[in-house]
């Protein structure tokens, strides 16, 4: 380094992509100065976050070229660097699929290439053996190539390890710095970057898709690089497991296809297509693209579809004029390196191309070896990892380890805290999302990102409207209070009230401890073990929950307990400070806030244990009970119950579900997250919004964004029905001048940082897809998305609990007994209410049955008795019927809760039996003028009517023409 100069380094590395950081990774052996200058606001901004995060074998690339020798180098040095790194990383193997003798024969030249490049294992298997070793793959693979050494690998991850190994070994990385200029100086180069100067001794170019223009800017070797496209569809967990291999199809010109693969995170991800486009900065998505790439992973994936992707998203290769890539030294400017048009096999190869970059840089500047150099990065063990032993040690060192923020991904408070004080700063939402897999689960944040949004203001200081969701300027609020950051790090609310004056403060004692005596034990070195045994415990605190406690109690259980994931009970009813529940229930209209204030205070009288804010984790079966185990803040609790009620909520169908094309930009908010935006903590979420969805919570929401001075320009519903209750339609919409566009849904999304505009199409109602030419633009900073609830039963899912394709809830008896026997459901985590009155009446009859199933005077699982149920239809014109069967030794009334298709006029309403004695016997009968799939119907049956039959059907028809809907699990958008 030279002194006297300011901002003077050995080494200038432009970007921090996984070229750069694994550059600087290397480059840090030596005894060198080194600086990475990033224009963007993290690491991997570029190519690097949205690739098919791939570690190719190396039989594709042309023998002889810097892809096949730098591809092969790095793949084998991928266990090393991952080994070191800790970063996760697994040999899939990959397979390239041939469909017919043509195919055959691009097979046989690959074998070549992979023998010519020194890629081990490569070997041709018939269709059959390929189907044997992957059982979905499609019936007309003819044979296939199966290379062993491919892997997975997460891009960012491996980036973000390099780039911290780095800098722990003392390379200084400087965000927000594009570079302007480089220009040759008197022993070295002048660096222009956000008005900052900075001289180098060398310069290594890993400027991605600008590595041309940086080039250019010094080196008379000019080359030119052409962004091209790549689409991609992201699947859920649920299909994890359909490929091991990494599948690819004979390649073409363009590339090696469209691929279908699994990700080291346990989804699948099916694309890219390849398409050459002017932008260096553009992601959007089309429509065209995305229907694409999805037919053309049908020839590997025959049943793939977009239903299950949580997400859809775009990538830019840089692709070079020589389809080679360009690195080393420039032979007319010494001191300058590049590392461009570093397409695919880019990740692959940027191990091998660091070492070999780094070792010339050295060579050029006559650097020695650092001799304190640590090739070693002692990483964090995921939360979501970590057996219950180690979960307590980890709640031991940090209380906040028992605090679980992200419940998707199992992300807790202690993982993002250390990540926003890690030795790379966090600039964005999305950095923490990609550090810690907070917001990547399937619900995209909507559950989650209010409250990261209040730690990062805590922990950095920062008002929520200078946060940015990704790029700099996508700020995920439109404008905050001014002492908001100073509330927050006092532990107050932000927002003390709604308009209707309803304050967030804690109402009893008893909140987030045991209301009697427990077995709570502060162990050395201040671990706390919660430890305790109950006739029931009822997981979720909302109307539901709080209602089949209270329940269980009153039945005669002699110790219930209620669990919480939130600071105190009541669920989403926190937020909805709008009236209207409780009419059915207590014969008043009430806030949400007050309706779970008196149902709080009926768990407190019945003497139920309350914990709160702890998340379960799983639910093991002990034989005569179930242990059920979850962490709070500073505590891990163990739960021996008899009977357990899983009142766990819904959550909202977001974005990446609905494969909404274009952009990614910030303002698009589910209508939970927007009313918790606004109603918990007094934020405003933008100025101009569109609503998607005419859901009842996007009515209210669309409502309240007016009353606080947001200009809604519309409710958009792609069905030719609203899915929310009419009398919210006029109360929300009609009485403020809200339109409703029926039959139009949005398309498109516009905005490189901040939503600038959605585009909107009309939709044909007999198909309900978008009517192409029929779009039009609408600038907006703001999407709010209400477009359906999907039952929350991750917890459900740990005890082997069936769930219905329908519902998304568990299949019950009439008891609401699921599958596994003493587990029981109700409330929105069974199926969607849409009253709150609702989901409390079903929490009262489970919490009862649950209790009767504890004292030993009921069975307790739909499956466990060896006279087959009588099983619950879903017949014309029904959507389905909850419960999905009814025991032989039902007693009484049983409820039957079921939705319509569609909208029926002059309905009339049947159930039936259908097979066994009486069958054609109508049993209940029931007329009224209208029917929509918005609204819940109950019907009730005399259990002892049922004797003899085996199956009931429940209908409804009319004689006037009834539209047919396709079946949409979750509601409409």
Not at 187 to 196: L, M, P
Not at 419 to 428: C, E, F, N, R, Y
Not at 430 to 456: N, Q, Y
Not at 631 to 645: C, D, P, Q
């Amino acid at each position: 380094m030279q002194e006297g100069k300011a901002c003077s380094f050995d080494v200038v590395v432009a970007g921090a992509g996984i070229a750069g950081c694994t550059a600087a990774r290397e480059l840090a052996r030596y005894d060198l100065s080194i600086c990475v200058l990033e224009a963007g606001n993290d690491i991997a901004c570029g190519a690097t976050r949205a690739n098919s995060a791939i570690v190719h074998a190396g039989f594709d690339p042309v023998p002889g070229t810097l892809k096949a020798r730098f591809n092969v180098e790095g793949s084998k040095a991928y266990p090393r660097w991952c080994d070191e790194l800790g970063v996760q990383f697994r040999r899939n193997g990959s397979m390239v699929l041939a469909f017919d003798d043509e195919g055959r024969l691009k097979l046989d030249e690959l074998v070549r290439r992979a023998d010519a490049n020194g890629v081990e294992g490569v070997r041709i298997v018939s269709g059959d053996r390929a189907r044997e070793m992957e059982p979905n793959v499609s019936p007309e693979v003819a044979c296939a190539l199966v290379a062993p050494t491919g892997g997975i690998v997460d891009p960012y991850g491996f980036a973000f390890a390099a780039a911290e190994n780095a800098c722990g070994n003392g390379v200084r990385f400087l965000f927000n710095h594009r570079v302007e200029s480089i220009v040759r100086v008197d022993g070295g180069f002048r660096v222009d970057a956000a008005r900052e100067g900075f001289f180098a001794r060398a310069v290594v170019n890993a400027a991605g898709l600008f590595a041309d223009e940086l080039n250019n800017m010094i080196s008379a070797n000019r080359f030119s690089i052409t962004p091209r496209r790549g689409e991609y569809y992201l699947y859920d967990t649920e299909y994890a497991t359909t490929f091991e291999h990494t599948m690819f199809q004979v390649p073409g010109p363009l590339g090696k296809g469209v691929l279908v693969t699994p990700t080291i995170h346990g989804n699948m991800l099916i694309g890219p297509n390849s398409v050459s486009q002017a932008s260096k900065t553009d992601l959007s998505t089309t429509q065209e693209g995305l229907a694409d790439i999805v037919e053309r992973a049908r020839r590997t994936w025959p049943t793939v579809s977009p239903r299950g992707a949580i997400t859809n998203f775009a990538g830019l290769r840089a692709a070079g004029e020589s389809g080679d890539f360009v690195i080393g030294e420039a032979v007319d400017v010494p001191g300058f390196f590049n590392i461009a048009c570093f397409e695919s096999p880019g990740l692959t190869s940027a191990p091998a191309v660091a070492t070999f970059i780094a070792s010339q840089v050295a060579a050029r500047l006559g650097a020695d070896g650092n001799p304190s150099f640590n090739p070693r990065r002692a990483p964090q063990l995921p939360f979501t990892a970590m057996t219950d032993e180690q979960r307590e040690r980890a709640i031991a060192s940090d209380p906040a380890f028992g605090h679980v923020v992200c419940r998707c991904c199992e992300v807790t408070e202690a993982e993002v805290v250390h990540a926003l004080h890690g030795p790379l700063p966090v600039l964005s939402l999305d950095a923490i999302k990609w550090r810690t897999g907070a917001t990547m689960g399937r619900c995209h944040g909507g559950f989650c990102s209010p409250e990261l949004v209040e730690i990062m203001s805590r922990e950095l200081g920062c008002s929520p409207d200078a946060i940015d969701k990704r790029l700099p300027g996508s700020r995920m609020i439109a404008s905050a209070r001014a002492d908001y950051v100073e509330l927050v790090r006092a532990g107050k609310p932000a927002f003390a009230g709604g308009p209707f004056g309803v304050a967030d403060e804690p109402r009893s004692e008893a909140r987030g401890r045991h209301a009697e005596a427990g077995s709570r034990q502060a162990e050395p070195g201040g671990r706390a073990r919660i430890e305790d045994s109950f006739d029931v415990v009822v997981i979720g605190g909302g109307a539901a929950g709080m209602a089949a406690a209270v329940s269980a109690r009153r039945a005669g259980a002699a110790r219930v307990a209620m669990v919480d994931r939130e600071k105190r009970p009541g669920g989403v009813l926190k937020q909805c400070v709008h009236n209207g529940f409780g009419l059915h229930r207590m014969k008043a209209e009430l806030t949400g806030p007050e309706y779970a204030a008196q149902e709080e205070q009926a768990v407190i009288d019945a003497g139920v244990t309350c914990e709160y804010g702890v998340s379960v984790l799983h639910i093991d079966d002990e034989g005569a009970g179930k242990l059920v185990v979850g962490t709070s803040f500073g505590a891990e609790l163990f739960f021996h119950a008899k009977a357990v009620v899983l009142a766990t909520g819904s959550r909202e169908r977001g974005l990446g579900a609905l494969g909404i094309a274009g952009a990614r930009p910030s303002g698009v908010y589910t209508a939970g997250c927007a009313q918790n935006f606004m109603n918990l903590q007094g934020l405003v979420p933008g100025s101009k919004a569109v609503v998607l969805g005419s859901g009842d919570i996007g009515l209210i929401m669309a409502r309240r964004m007016t009353l606080s001075g947001i200009k809604v320009l519309g409710v958009y519903e792609i069905m030719p029905f609203s899915s929310g209750l009419r009398r919210n339609i006029v109360q929300c919409l009609d009485d403020f001048g809200i339109p409703l566009h029926l039959s139009r849904t949005v398309v498109r999304l516009e905005g490189e940082t901040r939503l600038q505009a959605v585009v909107v199409a009309d939709v044909d109602p007999a198909t309900r897809r978008p009517i192409e030419g029929a779009e039009e633009r609408i600038p907006c900073d703001t999407l709010v998305l209400s477009c359906g609830l999907i039952p929350e039963n991750e917890v459900a899912k740990t005890a082997g609990v069936a769930l219905s394709p329908i519902t998304g809830g568990a299949i019950v008896d009439e008891r609401l007994t699921t599958s596994t026997p003493g587990i029981f459901a109700c409330g929105n985590a069974l199926h969607v209410h849409d009253l709150a009155d609702f989901a409390s009446e079903e929490g009262e009859r489970a919490g009862a049955f649950a209790a009767a199933f504890a004292r030993g005077e009921v069975q307790g699982g739909s499956a466990s008795t060896d006279e087959a149920p009588i099983e619950v239809v879903a017949g014309e014109g029904v959507r389905y019927v909850v419960p999905q069967m009814i025991s032989h030794d039902a007693e009484g009334a049983v409820m039957l809760s079921f939705r319509v298709s569609d909208v029926i006029e002059g309905v009339r309403f049947e159930v039936r039996k259908s097979e066994g004695a009486g069958a054609g016997e109508v049993l209940a009968r029931a007329r009224d003028v209208v029917a929509v799939p918005a609204e819940m119907r109950r019907m009730k049956v005399d259990a002892e009517s049922l004797a003899g039959c085996s199956r009931i059907v429940v209908s409804a028809v009319s004689g006037l023409s009834a539209r047919r809907a396709p079946a949409v699990e979750g509601g409409a958008r």
